[in-house]
């Protein structure tokens, strides 16, 4: 199997506080991979650590087999990432920000159509910004990750503040991103129920170890006949309290 993010005994201490305690990940090329863990867990930590956005020293993180201390820059070039709200600037139009975005990124301005085609923004490119709702913001910025095409997607809780229709159409955009255009989803979330819906794979996270780690169909299979738990919550619950 081929693997997006594999990590080695990947730790990380504020202070005295282990934050991540040696993490050995494994996320399957392709897959729609949810990292959930209760506030507090180390998720927001393990996916800057994984950006390289804060360093620990020693155990090695690999991006599609490559160290990622080896070649940073050109690694990373093949992700994008959405670490919680998207920063934007709200008196610009959505073509505007992905403009500023591509020349960041030093990609062709044709992608600007493309990544707007992907999260069905089209039609409201020429708007401002400030005249976005919350789920049309979270899709442009969105939108900013995909530029450079990216072949892994990490985002930190996309659907935090939405209404139901726009976690939807989240959801549907993830599911279209990994079906459609091939690339492999890394997301957090507290929102169960809602990963429940669209995840192929699942990390349980809590006070920085990694409790499970496989398909949402083998997590199923291996709690719900002994536990008689029926839904991803009733796992989760049962997983992170025997933690506690």
């Known amino acids: 199997m081929t693997y997006a993010i594999q990590t080695h ?8 506080q282990t934050i991540v305690d040696k993490l050995n990940l494994q996320v399957p090329a392709g897959s729609i991979f949810g990292f959930l863990g209760p506030n507090g867990s180390g998720k ?8 390289g956005l804060i360093q620990t020293s020693g155990p090695s993180i690999q991006l599609f087999g490559q160290d990622i201390r080896n070649d ?18 709200p008196h610009l139009t959505g073509y505007e920000n992905l403009q500023i975005g591509r020349l960041a990124r030093q990609v062709g301005r044709n992608q600007i159509d493309s990544v707007l085609e992907m999260v069905d923004l089209t039609q409201e490119a020429n708007k401002r910004v400030d005249r976005y709702s919350l789920g049309m913001r979270q899709r442009l910025g969105i939108a900013l990750a995909l530029l450079g095409n990216p072949d ?3 985002l930190d809780e996309p659907t935090n503040g939405l209404d139901p229709s726009g976690i939807r159409d989240i959801r549907r955009l993830l599911i279209d ?16 129920s809602e990963m429940e819906k669209f995840v192929t794979h699942v990390g349980i996270l809590n006070h920085g170890q990694l409790l499970f780690q496989g ?17 991803l ?7 992170t309290k025997s933690k506690l």
């Open 9 to 16: 005994q990947l730790s990380y201490c504020q202070g005295q």
């Open 44 to 51: 927001t930590t393990t996916i800057r650590l994984l950006l």
């Open 72 to 89: 940073r820059l050109a690694i990373l070039a093949k992700v994008g990432a959405l670490i919680e709200a998207p920063v934007l600037y």
């Open 152 to 154: 892994l997607l990490m």
């Open 177 to 192: 991103l990994s079906k459609l255009y091939g690339k492999t989803v890394f997301v957090s979330s507290h929102l169960l």
């Open 215 to 231: 398909s949402l169909t083998q997590l199923q299979r291996d709690f719900s006949a002994e536990n008689s738990a029926q839904t």
């Open 233 to 239: 919550e009733d796992i989760f619950l049962i997983l």
